[in-house]
């Protein structure tokens, strides 16, 4: 199946400090990533909906500005956690569709952010 | 609103079937799907429905009645390796490519 690729897997930061969350689409062009926060326990909440070349849709409830996402080629979205408070800790996950013909969605392998 | 509900836990034992149950009120359809997570990793794909009726692949089938708003994983020969989040979603609508995500069910097989 498709492959795609989360980093980093895990990381730890200060409060205040920026993170950058990378989901690339190795064998595959995603037009559209979408991307999930996990708390424990609980399903996937949908963030927004990252649009190659255009700006990304966010859920209701979700900061535009505090929740970057950026989707400059067709294999790489990035989402950045701007001012990180200890809130925002969570498993956020990035997925993709391979193609319209193709219904389901592949994940990447999540990042666990910790905030200090 | 989108509304899909799961049991929270299960538990069965080894080598039996399980039953999931997975009940959506959705703006719209274009499929349901089921995924399997294990906990700290990210969800795998199991199945896909668009059509009422029971979807086998292997051990894991799945039914989907899009007039009751209604499907069910079924699990047979359950294994340890099973234990695990299952998680339905559903495809609202064909002008978007959203998935909503029930809550997921937990399920522990016991030796």
């Known amino acids: 199946g498709a492959v795609v690729s989360q980093h980093p897997s895990r990381v730890i930061c200060k409060s205040g400090t920026s993170v950058k969350i990378e989901c690339r689409s190795l064998?595959?062009?995603?037009?559209?990533m979408f991307w999930y926060r996990q708390f424990p326990k609980k399903s996937l909440m949908l963030m927004a909906t990252s649009n190659e070349g255009s700006k990304a849709t966010y859920e209701q409830g979700v900061e535009k500005d505090k929740f970057l996402i950026n989707h400059a080629s067709l294999t790489l979205s990035t989402l950045t956690v701007t001012s990180a408070h200890p809130e925002d800790s969570s498993f956020y996950i990035c997925s993709a569709r391979v193609s319209r013909a193709d219904e389901k969605l592949f994940f990447g392998s999540g990042t666990q952010l910790s905030v200090l | 609103g989108q509304n899909i509900d799961q049991p929270t836990e299960m538990t069965a034992t080894e080598g039996a079937i399980v039953q999931i149950n997975c009940t959506y009120q959705t703006s719209g359809f274009n499929g349901l799907f089921w995924y399997q997570q294990h906990a700290g990793e990210a969800p795998t794909f199991l199945s896909y429905n668009v059509l009422d009726g029971l979807e086998e692949k292997g051990r894991f089938s799945s039914f989907l009645s899009r007039s009751k708003g209604y499907s069910y994983l079924l699990l047979k020969e359950l294994q340890m390796k099973d234990s695990a989040s299952y998680l339905c979603a559903v495809r609202p609508g064909s002008g978007t490519y959203k998935y909503i995500f029930g809550t997921g069910t937990r399920l522990k097989v016991l030796a």
């Open positions: 064998d595959f062009q995603a037009t559209t």
